[in-house]
């Protein structure tokens, strides 16, 4: 996903997270978490959450509605629900932390320094919050340990047909 011109995707902390590789030679960050820092940052993207620090040229002013802020579109609003759930999903302490690595695309020493918090702590904790995240979207692993794996929605046809019957 791109975020728009002059954006380098590999200058995210979180893809550097997701390719750098431990003593182990796996990578810190599992597919399935590096997966839902981008989808929790697509849907920040989509409900237009990112400041504005410029003026917009694109369209005429709107005139502001009863609530005081420009109109939105169903798409925008969605996407910020779903960022709402997912914030509720990962909980207080750690959706903030989530929301300054994945969205605002600040790195971990800068959040650690904001926070006042220990050095490297910022990192495992992230790894954590993307773990419950990753389970919120249902990119949780299966019984057999492979990764990536998404819930269905709907039961197979054969179970289907059967209720049917």
């Known amino acids: 996903m791109s975020a728009g011109p002059g954006f380098n ?12 590789r431990g003593r182990d030679g796996e990578p810190f960050l599992t597919a399935t978490e590096a997966m839902a820092g981008e ?16 003026q917009r ?17 169903d798409t925008a609003i969605d996407a910020r629900k779903r960022v709402s759930t997912a ?18 695309l600040k ?10 918090w220990p050095a490297r702590s910022a990192k495992l904790l992230l790894k954590t ?6 389970r919120h979207y249902g990119f949780d692993c299966d019984r057999q340990g492979r990764e990536g794996r998404i819930r269905r929605w709907r039961a197979p046809m054969e179970e289907t047909v059967e209720r049917s019957r």
């Open 129 to 134: 919050a993307l773990a419950m995240l990753a």
């Open 9 to 20: 995707e590999e200058e995210t902390p979180l893809t550097r997270l997701a390719t750098r």
């Open 87 to 104: 914030c509720e999903a990962v909980g207080p302490e750690l959706s903030g932390l989530v929301l300054d690595v994945c969205c605002f």
């Open 39 to 54: 989808r929790i940052r697509a849907d920040f993207t989509r409900g237009q959450m990112t400041p504005s620090l410029t």
């Open 107 to 116: 790195g971990l020493e800068t959040v650690e320094r904001e926070r006042q």
């Open 57 to 73: 040229w694109d369209a005429m002013p709107r005139a502001p509605r009863r609530g005081g802020g420009a109109e939105l579109g």
